[in-house]
């Protein structure tokens, strides 16, 4: 039986874990946003291109200059992985 106009109520807590350890997400970062989510990360120049990967939770996995890292280690953690812009 199919409802009609039926919605999924989901808690925070559920919608922030929608997707854990199974979806990851990349995306392109500029050097001056490195500090916040790589907060480890050494001093970047601005004049490079970086990626990074992060879990559906947003949790930071993989910074690099290289795009095709990301999937790489997508993969060898077995994620999913989407794109954002």
Not at 46 to 57: K, Q, S, Y
Not at 59 to 82: G, H, M
Request: net charge negative; proline share 5%; charged share 25%.
């Amino acid at each position: 039986m199919l409802l009609k106009n039926a919605t999924a109520r989901l808690t925070q807590s559920e919608l922030a874990h929608l997707g854990s350890g199974e979806v990851g997400y990349i995306r392109k970062m500029r050097s001056e946003d490195v500090t916040r989510c790589f907060p480890e990360a050494p001093q970047i120049d601005p004049a490079l291109d970086l990626w990074a990967l992060f879990g559906a939770d947003g949790t930071p996995i993989l910074l690099t200059d290289n795009r095709s890292s990301t999937f790489f280690k997508a993969a060898e953690d077995d994620l999913k992985t989407v794109s954002l812009h």
